[in-house]
C-alpha cells in the first residue's frame, strides 16, 4: 500500500502543475481499495467543470500513470 501511497503522489505531483496555471490544485486525502480520494482546492473547488476535471483529467491520469488505481473520488 506504501508504494500505492508514493506513486499516486508522484503523479498528482505532475497533475498539480497544470491544475496551478488556472489557480487550482489537488490534496490526496487517502486511498480505500484503490480508490484514490481527494480535495479540489483553488478555483478547482468552486468551479462548476470540477466533476469533469476529476473524472476526466484526474481520474484518467491516475488510471494511466498508476497500476492499481480503480478510480478517484472528490471528498
Given at each position: 500500500m506504501q508504494d500505492l501511497n508514493k506513486d499516486v503522489e508522484a503523479a498528482?505531483?505532475?497533475?498539480?502543475?497544470a491544475l496551478r496555471v488556472e489557480g487550482g490544485?489537488?490534496?490526496?486525502?487517502?486511498i480505500d481499495?484503490?480508490?484514490?480520494?481527494?480535495?479540489?482546492?483553488?478555483?478547482?473547488?468552486?468551479?462548476?467543470?470540477?466533476?469533469?476535471?476529476?473524472?476526466n483529467f484526474i481520474e484518467k491520469e491516475?488510471?494511466?500513470d498508476v497500476p492499481g488505481?480503480?478510480?478517484v473520488?472528490?471528498?
Open positions: 498528482l505531483e505532475r497533475i498539480r502543475n490544485d489537488v490534496k490526496l486525502m487517502g481499495d484503490g480508490v484514490v480520494k481527494v480535495k479540489l482546492q483553488g478555483t478547482c473547488a468552486g468551479c462548476p467543470f470540477s466533476q469533469m476535471t476529476l473524472k491516475l488510471k494511466k488505481v480503480k478510480g473520488q472528490a471528498v
